[in-house]
């Protein structure tokens, strides 16, 4: 029953809280965002391990870097872009105040490295799963939108 579970709630979200490991009852739930990396620090190897990309998405990745590359002509700095918005959108995620960034958001952002970079070839490449959102906002000579390929593609 879950009702017999104790819970443990925090409210600060980046904080580590030590206390966790000491933990000894059997059915905890953690409550809120563990988003301190000393909370995993000690499976780090075990971790690595499990989120290592497959042979066939590595080259698949690889592949499309070479390709880009040999377009741009030379050395090319790539910058990796997540747009969430599908998830987000919803009214129970936009309640709790979840939302997602203005276009100017990335309009800035992207400036902001054209900036610093300027005689740098930049490609952005953009995964995202909205993905019309993205081709109709951020089309750029320097942009890459990536398809709808697999999910590990996108992480690569």
């Known amino acids: 029953n879950f009702f017999r579970w104790t819970t443990f709630h925090r409210e600060n979200h980046a904080q580590f809280y030590p206390s966790y490991f000491n933990l000894r009852k059997k059915k905890i739930t953690l409550w809120g965002y563990l988003f301190s990396w000393k909370f995993l620090d000690h499976a780090n190897d075990e971790i690595r391990r499990e989120f290592t990309f497959h042979s066939g998405v590595q080259q698949h990745r690889d592949e499309l870097f070479r390709q880009l590359t040999k377009q741009r ?6 910058v990796g872009v997540h747009v969430r918005r599908g998830d987000f959108l919803a009214e129970r995620h936009q309640n709790a105040g979840f939302g997602v960034p203005q ?51 996108h992480l690569a």
């Open 73 to 78: 002509g030379g050395d090319v700095v790539f």
């Open 103 to 153: 276009l100017s958001y990335y309009v800035k952002a992207f400036a902001t490295l054209r900036e610093l970079l300027p005689n740098s070839s930049l490609v952005f490449i953009v995964a995202s799963d909205d993905l019309t959102w993205c081709e109709s906002n951020l089309k750029a000579s320097d942009v890459v939108i990536l398809n709808k390929r697999s999910p590990g593609l």
